[in-house]
Structures are given as structure tokens and as C-alpha cells.
């Protein structure tokens, strides 16, 4: 490959946006033939091509407590970033979500003359809408995913394009649910309307992708589980597994022989579609199940002082995504000591029986949906990309 074509370092800390950038790469070598990628990611960016310079699979933490038990690996990690920013000099550094660590990143990088492009943006509207100017101060061009964060940026002239979100028009399965359920084994499971003699549900668990989740809800969700399951006659479970979550990680699930659970590995929308009901944690995972419009109850704890100082600074009535967009409760919130399995057993329980709630959140969850649209936010991003790699006009 020619040393002379365009060289992107992408910086991605987390499962989610390992896959995001993954997915950007792919649809920029459509337009830039020859285009080089390096970078710090998962498996998904060494598949699409990038040369990894650090595997970030165990930096994926949420939370201040965590981040400080995890703090020499990833300050290691950014120092060998910042590093290669130098010794390389990147046309263009595209920075994934992964916010605090990014943003060092990238103010190392525009010291050094190396353009920025920041994808998905921190989450401003939350919290410190002040910041945005600082980061005006640190990037060329911020990538948003959600039409409503636009305004924060134009206040402050700070250059911004809305792309739209990277799994929205891409949530789709691949086989009717019909089909999916046959090549599951799950055809025998009949959907729960509300008539307790059906045969029983089946019901999704997604634990997360970080590893102080799954410490922290894997236990909750399960013993969640088997309170459905011997409240649901013939209940079974799809217990959704990420690329980033080793096998060791779960094998809890396993300790009850009496609970019908499989595991599902990876991004499996056939798989998902076939669940009546999902317990999720807050996440990506959260519009995922959104865009397929399956009932959930959203799950969270974090340590005691990370919660604590979450509540201090973030002003929302809400964490979970569905919620967000919509602008109200669409969907249950369970946040840390409120998320007990007689809580979210409870809550799944009303979903299975209640039809009429059951599709009115259905509905609501469609609407998030349609807000939306369906335009490729990876393919927009890889052309905002392209056209800042692209050479400047004499």
C-alpha cells in the first residue's frame, strides 16, 4: 500500500465504538482508494483493516471509582496514542466517543498541527453545555449524532454537522421473525399476549459490554431471570453476549439447571427480535432494542461515589436513551439500589401480561425510531471525513 495515501488514526475505548469506527473505516476506503487506518480499538477495527496500536478491550469502564482502579492502563494507553500521534503525524485523527480520554487525545494531536474530527459528541445537553466552547478550542469539526445537539455548537461557532445515528437504518434483521425463530430452536416457545396459557416468553438479558457491568448487573439480571422463570410456565432466555465480554465473564449464567438460557454471541438483531421483553442495561444496547421496538426495562448501578457525583452534575430526569429522545418515560429506569430482580421481574412481568402496555410502549419505542430516520450515519461521517482528508484548494 502507497505511504503517500491518507493515514487516519481512529481512538475508540469502548465495545460500541470499536463497532462504530469499524463500520466508518469500511465506508471510507469506499471513497479513498488506498486509505490507511491505525489506531486504538477492538476487534471489530483490526477486522476493518486498522493497524491497532493498543487493543482497548479491558479500558472500556464507566464511572469515576472505576476509571481510578483502571487509571494506569488507560493513562499508558493515551501516552502510546499521543505518542504514535507524533511519530506517524496522521492526516486526520478521528476521535470515537470515549469522551475524557479523547478529548486529551485530541488537544495533544491539535498541538501537534494534526486535524481533528470528533464522533459523537460528549454528551453537553446533560451536563456543562459551557464545555462546548472548550472543545472548539481542541477539534476542527464535531460529528453528531442526534439532531437536537446541533444548537449547542452553533451558540458557540463551533463547526458541527449532524450525521445521523451509526445504528439507525442499520438495526434490521435479516430473516422474518418467523425464521428466526425456527433457526434458534425457539419455534416452540409461543409470544406471551397476555394469556397465561400460551406457552412462555422469551426474553432478552443484555448485561453490557464493560467489565464493572457485567461485575456489577450480571447477578441482578439473573436472579431476575429466575424469578420469571418460575413465574412464566416454559420462559426462556437470550443472554446477548458482546464481542468485548469473555467467556469467563458469564459463566454464572449457567449455575441453575432449572433456567432454559443460551447464550447469543455478538450483535444478533435475528436473534433479538425474537424476545417479547428485554432487560437491558443502559447503553447502545438501549436504542438497539429501541429500533427493533421490543419492550424493555432499562437497568444501572455504578460504585456508591461515582452515583453520587453523576447526580451532582448531570441534569436529566433520565439515563436511558429511549427515554431521552422521547423526551419523556417511555421505557422503566432502575438505577442503582432501585435495581432489584423483585423490581425488574416485576416490571417484565407487567409486560407480559399487560398487552395493552405492552404496545403502547411498543409504539412509543417506534416513534423514537421514526425521530430518527434512516440516512447511514457511518457513510455521512465517512464523507465528512473524506472531505476533510481531501487537499486544500490553491
Not at 476493518?48 to 479491558?58: H, N, Q, R, T, Y
Not at 434512516?374 to 487537499?391: F, V
Request: aromatic share 8%; hydrophobic share 45%; proline share 6%.
Amino acid at each position: 500500500m502507497a505511504e503517500d495515501s491518507p493515514l487516519v488514526m481512529l481512538s475508540a475505548g469502548e465495545a460500541s465504538g470499536d463497532q462504530h469506527a469499524a463500520a466508518l473505516f469500511r465506508e471510507l476506503r469506499k471513497l479513498i482508494l488506498g486509505v490507511r487506518g491505525i489506531g486504538m480499538g477492538g476487534p471489530a477495527m483490526r477486522a476493518a483493516g486498522i493497524e491497532l496500536c493498543f487493543d482497548s478491550s479491558g479500558i472500556g469502564v464507566i464511572g469515576l471509582a472505576e476509571i481510578a482502579r483502571h487509571y494506569g492502563e488507560i493513562r499508558g494507553a493515551l501516552t502510546l496514542m499521543q505518542k504514535t500521534a507524533g511519530e506517524r503525524h496522521p492526516d486526520l485523527l478521528i476521535c470515537v466517543d470515549y469522551k475524557e480520554f479523547n478529548v486529551r487525545l485530541a488537544k495533544a494531536a491539535k498541538a501537534r498541527g494534526i486535524k481533528v474530527l470528533f464522533y459523537v459528541s460528549p454528551q453537553v445537553w446533560a451536563w456543562r453545555p459551557g464545555r462546548v466552547k472548550s472543545y472548539g478550542r481542541i477539534i476542527d469539526h464535531m460529528a453528531v449524532i442526534f439532531p437536537f445537539e446541533l444548537p449547542y455548537y452553533d451558540a458557540y461557532q463551533v463547526p458541527a454537522t449532524y450525521v445521523g445515528h451509526p445504528l439507525a437504518g442499520k438495526v434490521r434483521p435479516s430473516l422474518s421473525k418467523l425464521e428466526a425463530l425456527e433457526k434458534f430452536g425457539l419455534s416452540g416457545a409461543g409470544h406471551h399476549d397476555g394469556n397465561a396459557a400460551l406457552s412462555g416468553p422469551i426474553i432478552g438479558l443484555l448485561p453490557g459490554s464493560r467489565a464493572n457491568e457485567i461485575r456489577r448487573l450480571m447477578p441482578v439480571i439473573l436472579q431476575s431471570a429466575r424469578q420469571l422463570s418460575r413465574e412464566f410456565e416454559s420462559s426462556r432466555f437470550l443472554l446477548f453476549q458482546a464481542a468485548s465480554v469473555p467467556d469467563t465473564a458469564i459463566t454464572g449464567a449457567f449455575d441453575d439447571p432449572d433456567l432454559d438460557l443460551r447464550v447469543i454471541k455478538g450483535q444478533d438483531y435475528d436473534a433479538l427480535q425474537c424476545c417479547d421483553a428485554v432487560i437491558t442495561v443502559s447503553g447502545t444496547a438501549t436504542l438497539e432494542v429501541t429500533l427493533l421496538g421490543i419492550p424493555m426495562v432499562i437497568v444501572y448501578r455504578l460504585a456508591p461515589l461515582s452515583y453520587w457525583l453523576g447526580r451532582m452534575l448531570v441534569k436529566l430526569p433520565f439515563i436511558g436513551l429511549p427515554n431521552i429522545l422521547a423526551g419523556k418515560s417511555v421505557v422503566r429506569e432502575y438505577i442503582q439500589h432501585e435495581a432489584t430482580p423483585a423490581n425488574i421481574a416485576g416490571e417484565i412481568g407487567r409486560i407480559l401480561r399487560d398487552a395493552p402496555y405492552a404496545e403502547a410502549m411498543r409504539k412509543a419505542l417506534l416513534a423514537v425510531r421514526d425521530s430518527l430516520g434512516d440516512r447511514d450515519g457511518s457513510a455521512e461521517l465517512a464523507r465528512l471525513a473524506a472531505r476533510m482528508l481531501a487537499p486544500a484548494e490553491a
